[in-house]
């Protein structure tokens, strides 16, 4: 059955609402839809960015490995040949860069898919364009952040239970010293569970730190990236958990925490 396609409106009136971004961006847009790539190429070109268009993943394999500079990726399920999906999960295996999936109306299970393999934030189609700036602005913000931290602090790090989080390096090592690879949200959701260790966090406080206050507001979405994160750190096997659902009210990492 052919794939019916769906396409956002841009128009004069929203461009004219949104802000100019603060420094220009490379973004590469993954979508078999030769029409969709180039009205997401004008919009985010018109707003400061530097845009490259691929149609499947061959293509955006190629860009990638040619050297240039790709600070977000934007990335349809639905592409002939190697699916989004499985795109998803090459990229996350050797990068933590910024990936936006866009998904059908409705398809749940592409949604929560896409987020256990490593995917940031995902936009369903149709979708308004000032949304999907704002959750461009938020990934790429929510990156920066974290590199700056980096830089400022570069002796800084976290032990517990053995484990240790290297900031300057965004290198997990377990009590064996194996890096245990982290998404990008991932990473995040640790580093909020580091700083405040033995409170309870909210899914509205975790989801400002890891996807920003700006996205929708989506429960699923947290508990979704805090379950991948407790399968990456609970390896003891004995059902007990480092991080602790808390019932109606959020989750809480029970380890003690030492700054080093």
Known sequence: MPRKVIQPTFDNQERSGTAQPVAEAHILVCDDDSELRYLLGQFLTDLGYAVVGVGSGRELGRHMRSGAPVDLVIL?????????????????????????????RGDETDRIVGLEIGADDYVSKPFSPNELLARIKALLRRA??????????????????????????????NPSGVIVDLSGGEYDLLVAFL???????????????????????????????????????????????????VRGAGYMLAAAVKRS
């Open 76 to 104: 349809d399920i639905m592409l002939p040949g190697q699916s989004g999906i499985e795109i998803c999960r090459d990229l996350r295996a050797s990068s933590n860069i910024p990936i936006l999936m866009l998904t059908a």
């Open 144 to 173: 920066r952040i974290s590199g700056g931290a980096e830089a400022s602090e570069r002796k800084r790090g976290y032990e517990f239970e053995g484990w240790r989080l290297d900031i300057l390096r965004r290198e997990l090592r």
């Open 195 to 245: 700083e405040m260790p033995q409170r309870v966090l909210s899914r509205d406080q975790l989801l400002e730190t890891a996807r920003s206050a700006a996205t929708t507001n989506l429960d699923r979405s947290i508990d979704v990236q805090v379950s991948r994160l407790r399968r990456k750190i609970d390896t003891g096997g004995d059902g007990d958990s480092f991080i602790r659902t």
